[in-house]
């Protein structure tokens, strides 16, 4: 009889980190860490829902282009080799990124695009505030995680993760690190929790992470209350 071959022992899993090639990755994320960028341009509002909720529709232009409009940029950058079915489908899918992928290929039927034209390698320009860039992998290997794994998260992250959750509408993902902030939010990192929420305007976590920090000062390290932004 002829053996039995394990096709899937040597195959390695779905993932972004793969050589794009490797992969057959077919988009291009491009994303830019923009320490001036204008909270008010990098979401839709500011508001307590927009901040606090996941979103369904996704940032914005300018903040998110196709490459092919996007203009040269001095600033720190990185590229994501990642797959349009996994972040456009499943349980883990981001709705920004679904709901853009679907428009592109109404407006390709629309226009009759030749399958050679259609196949080219596309992608889309995002600029973030450092701490949302910085954490814009982690989010990528939850999307690409199994179904139920955890995000990968810390004290640092954790508010940008929230904030990138809410602006590409990945609801497992704002589950997920809504839980871990509830659980890791203390005296010891209140003060984190209240310099990043002020950044990205999440107000209840702002609200939370004051009290916090007001009713137990006297423990804090000095050396953390001076690197608060005056305005707190």
């Not at 899937?8 to 050589?19: E, G, I, K, V």
């Amino acid at each position: 009889h002829r053996d039995h071959i394990d096709y899937t022992s040597s195959a390695p899993m779905l993932t972004w980190r793969l050589d794009p090639d490797e992969s057959l990755s077919d988009w291009t994320l491009t994303v830019i860490s923009n320490n001036e960028l204008d909270q008010s341009n990098e979401s839709k509002d500011t508001n307590e829902s927009r901040s606090d909720e996941p979103d369904k529709t996704g940032l914005e232009e300018p903040l998110v282009r196709t490459l092919e409009q996007s203009p040269k940029s001095m600033l720190p950058s990185r590229k994501y080799f990642v797959h349009r079915t996994q972040l456009g489908v499943g349980p883990r899918r981001s709705e920004y990124f679904s709901n853009l992928f679907k428009k592109k290929r109404m407006s390709m039927s629309e226009s009759s695009e030749t399958t050679e034209s259609t196949s080219k390698h596309k992608g889309t320009r995002i600029e973030l505030r450092p701490s949302a860039a910085n954490a814009f992998p982690i989010m990528l290997d939850f999307i690409y995680s199994p179904v139920g794994s955890p995000v990968e998260a810390t004290t640092e992250t954790a508010v940008a993760l929230r904030h990138l959750a809410t602006c590409f509408g990945i609801r497992e993902l704002f589950d997920s690190i809504t839980t871990f902030i509830k659980n890791d939010l203390s005296i010891e990192t209140a003060p984190v929790y209240l310099a990043e929420a002020e950044i990205y305007k999440h107000d209840k976590l702002v609200e939370v992470s004051a009290h916090l920090c007001s009713q137990n000062f006297e423990f804090i390290k000095f050396g953390t209350i001076v690197t608060l932004p005056p305005s707190l």
